[in-house]
């Protein structure tokens, strides 16, 4: 039973992705998981409801994909490197993802029931940029001093998701767009030859 | 004639502001600019026509309501402050184009036709910083050294974009977000108090 609801919220996901929050139908979500309407208002009540679950159903596993690129034996600033710079990856899920976080936006502006998830997912993203940043000032891979690990995750999380969005828009190039993350990680951090952020390193290409 | 054009489009932005593109139909906008449905067919074929056309008067609008806000004998680097700090006002029409350009980011995914709009507002945008920084560096309030106006422009834009998004969606505390901004800005150009960035002086806080 379980597997059939993760069916229908990944069902769902694949329609908003494809055309939007807006116009889904219940009906529609039923034909791509392949079941009766009657099932998926088993699962979830009202379309708003099926909405919501879905949203946080892409939360998590945006999460848990990411999770899988990180290697766990890696240092703080590597695992940190491998989860930003992910999200500007030329991939259908990646893709996805960035779409259903835009409809969630642009809906969220109209349906305040949506704004506590939206804030839950922004959060959250935050919250795994500056853990990582914790991380490797613990490891000794970031330095400990003088980093402010919340707002710097505040910042480079803001820079990850704007220019992921004109990069999968075809907006940016993916190459500067990396460049210009990489100086933000360096400048924020310190470049990964020293020790600490003491000249302004990033400046220098 | 131009003055009831230009009526016509302001009504389009209040409609979209207030509930969406997706469901905008041309009577309602027609009912708010207190005109026939008949006259806004006159200057606009088409519904998409009238969605394009308000787009960029929305762009058109925020960069003159913005340049008002500035000083024109001002420092580059006071004017860059005061435009990038404007964004995060808690003001109708401050708050009325961040649901426009959320709308318009949804409406360009699944609509073609409104890429090229976003793209040029985008680059206008990142454009109008680049510019003052530049301003900035030949009235020597900026550092000539080590900073590329582009690259900054990309990443100030870019935590203006998502930090303003998250403040007028209640996410995220104004004066946090302030600071966050301020931080960038010195991490990015130096301190005010310095003629180059020559350490991580936006580090200390």
């Not at 679950?53 to 240092?75: G, L, P, V, Y």
């Not at 910042?155 to 999968?168: P, Q, Y």
Request: contains cysteine.
């Amino acid at each position: 039973m379980a597997d059939r609801k993760t069916e229908i919220l990944e069902a769902t996901c694949r329609v908003i992705a494809r055309s939007g929050a807006h116009d889904l139908r219940v009906e529609d979500v039923a034909t791509e998981a392949s079941v009766s309407p009657a099932l998926v208002y088993y699962y979830f009540d009202t379309r708003a409801e099926l909405l919501s679950r879905a949203f946080e159903f892409a939360d998590a596993r945006s999460t848990a994909h990411t999770m899988k690129h990180i290697q766990t034996d890696a240092s703080g600033r590597d695992r940190l490197h491998a989860v930003l710079f992910h999200e500007f990856v030329d991939a259908p899920d990646v893709r996805d993802n960035w779409v259903i976080w835009g409809e969630m936006t642009a809906s969220a502006v109209f349906d305040k029931a949506l704004l506590a998830t939206l804030d839950t997912w922004s959060r959250s993203w935050v919250k795994m940029v500056a853990d990582l940043i914790t991380d490797g000032q613990r490891d000794g891979s970031i330095p400990t001093t003088a980093i402010d690990a919340d707002d710097a995750a505040e910042r480079l999380t803001a820079i990850v998701d704007s220019l992921g969005g004109k990069i999968h828009l075809g907006f940016l190039d993916p190459e500067r767009g990396r460049a210009i993350l990489q100086d933000a990680i360096d400048m924020e951090l310190g470049t990964d030859r020293e020790s600490a952020p003491t000249t302004a390193s990033a400046h220098t290409r």
